[in-house]
């Protein structure tokens, strides 16, 4: 048993070895081939009549008239301009090149390369081994705090537009949610229970709507089957509110009910303007069941005391939540700054402050939207209505464009109240990349900015929505390539079709001078190696 685990590591070694060298022949193998070719090429001259070949062929092509090479070129120019557009559409869709995705999924194993999804994972301890990198919360999908009624708002965009402000992953992550928020025990489910597990799946919502119905039918207590009806078929948030109360007459101690219907009817609250007694709900629910932080109850909460401009209050609560030991959130940071900002913004002055410097209080002020652009660089180009807003998805990507469209749908008023507080973020939120060291695995403040926001915003976003990136990224190769191609070639087509006769001139030059150095080979070699020896080969 010892013989055979010592044994292991030789041949995994070998392997190794095996693999690298196959990595590195392949590297020089293409310059080996290419002299093969030209040696092949040489010998065969004589054999082949490539000579009687190549002088056949350039009579042909000295027959040819200029009208073919501009179709010719016209034709080079269109494909790769058809290539140019698709690349194009693919790199806006998905981020990313196609044809440097295909090369690399295919060619590049081929190759001996090594994925690059296979180091992203580990870094370098301090002994030189590899360790797991530990995984970053940024990266999870949450509940949207302050999600809209489907039927009340999300249903009126889309009678409006015709568009959809929620795609089918959105939809599907709150099927589960609701699933298991609603009917966590499976092991005890009543038959209306079992209707509505499967209501919380369908995709259509008039199908949800009709198997609400048919639980209620079951049993008229249902308060599941009433939470999916305020939910999705009220169309007004007064019928959804009267919905909600009917749930929590007949929502028994179902805490998981209790909290999620308290909750949406402080909301509901909120939204018709009753804000007063939608803080009061708030915070009686937060008290009530203070386990329930990961619902993020104090982000309503911070919003309606914004909307109330009890500024002290919403310092309070910042100080209970704004904690290193507690995740951050776009609302967290940007309302710290905020508040920061307006006890200096109304007589702020970038010229003033060019010159006689920043006071203390904007120093604090600066900071802290340096540190808010840090965790959610998306944020002020909303705010400072760079970018146009949509409707808020269901789920959010901490640190990623769509909880950055989440705050500033809700939180733009906000800063708008404060005098100034826009045109201070405006002075200095891009000062905030001068700060993020370089490269960004880094970070500052916060963790790196993580890698996976742009793939899952784009999965939480509508496809009209043009989802923002960071870092920016630059233009794939491919792209610039088959660009200047198309422009070449169209460029060529258009000289050949106006002057045919000096393109002529200049194209003969050009293939002359391009197979000059092949010329200059081939005398070498003739004068290097003996008549006798070629011929032998040519026998051969």
């Not at 095996?18 to 290419?34: D, G, P, Q, V």
């Not at 018709?272 to 915070?283: S, T």
């Not at 402050?353 to 002020?365: F, I, P, V």
């Not at 233009?475 to 000096?502: D, K, V, Y």
Request: glycine share 4%.
């Amino acid at each position: 048993m010892e013989d055979t685990t010592g044994s292991n590591p030789q041949s995994l070694g070998f392997t190794e070895k095996l693999k690298s060298w196959l990595s590195w022949s392949w590297t020089y193998i293409c310059f080996i081939w290419f002299g093969m070719v030209l040696i092949m090429i040489y010998v065969l001259w004589s054999p082949l009549k490539l000579q009687e070949t190549l002088t056949s062929a350039s009579v042909f092509l000295n027959t040819l008239t200029p009208k073919f090479y501009v179709a010719l070129t016209g034709t080079s120019s269109l494909i790769s301009g058809l290539i140019l557009i698709f690349e194009w559409w693919y790199f806006r869709k998905y981020g990313t090149s196609f044809i440097e995705q295909v090369s690399v999924s295919h060619l590049r194993p081929l190759l001996g390369g090594v994925e690059s999804s296979s180091t992203t994972g580990l870094f370098s301890s301090v002994n030189g081994e590899t360790e797991p990198r530990p995984s970053v919360s940024e990266c999870k999908v949450w509940r949207n705090p302050l999600n809209l009624f489907r039927g009340a708002e999300y249903s009126r965009y889309t009678w409006v537009t015709g568009k959809e402000p929620l795609t089918y992953y959105d939809m599907n992550l709150s099927a589960q949610d609701h699933q298991t928020f609603f009917t966590g025990d499976t092991q005890q489910l009543r038959p209306e229970d079992a209707v509505m597990q499967k209501a919380w799946r369908e995709r259509n919502p008039q199908a949800r709507i009709r198997a609400a119905y048919q639980a209620i039918e079951m049993n008229h207590e249902c308060a599941a089957a009433y939470v999916l009806l305020a939910e999705e078929e009220a169309t007004t948030i007064t019928e959804a509110e009267r919905l909600f109360k009917q749930a929590l007459r007949i929502a028994g101690k179902d805490i998981n009910l209790l909290v999620y219907i308290k909750r949406r009817l402080a909301m509901c609250a909120r939204k018709l303007g009753r804000i007063k007694e939608a803080v009061k709900m708030m915070r009686d629910l937060m008290k009530e069941f203070p386990l329930l932080g990961m619902l993020n109850i104090h982000e309503n909460l911070l919003e309606a005391l914004l909307e109330l401009q009890a500024y002290a209050d919403v310092q309070a609560v910042l100080a209970k939540y704004d904690d290193i030991s507690l995740p951050k959130s776009a609302t967290i940071c940007y309302t710290s700054a905020l508040l920061k900002a307006r006890a200096v913004s109304d007589k702020f002055s970038p010229e003033a402050a060019s010159r006689r410097g920043l006071s203390t209080a904007e120093m604090n002020a600066v900071e802290a939207i340096h540190r808010a652009v840090e965790f959610n660089p998306h944020v002020p180009k909303y705010l400072l209505e760079m970018k146009s807003l949509i409707l808020p998805p269901e789920h959010i990507l901490k640190r990623g464009d769509s909880e950055a469209v989440a705050y500033a749908f809700f939180h733009l008023q906000h800063w708008k109240r404060a005098e100034g507080a826009l045109n201070l973020l405006h002075c200095t939120w891009e000062g905030t990349f001068r700060i993020i060291p370089y490269p960004l695995e880094k970070g500052h403040l916060f963790y790196p900015y993580p890698g996976c926001t742009e793939t899952a915003d784009r999965e939480l976003l509508p496809s009209f929505h043009e989802v923002s990136v960071y870092p920016k990224k630059e233009l794939p190769f491919f792209i610039l390539f088959t660009a200047g191609l198309c422009s070449f070639t169209a460029m060529l087509a258009m000289l050949t079709h106006q002057f045919p006769e000096l393109m002529g001139v200049f194209a003969k030059a050009f293939f002359s001078t391009l197979f000059a150095p092949l010329g200059f080979f081939a005398d070498k070699m003739e004068s290097f190696m003996p008549s006798s020896f070629w011929h032998q080969l040519t026998r051969i």
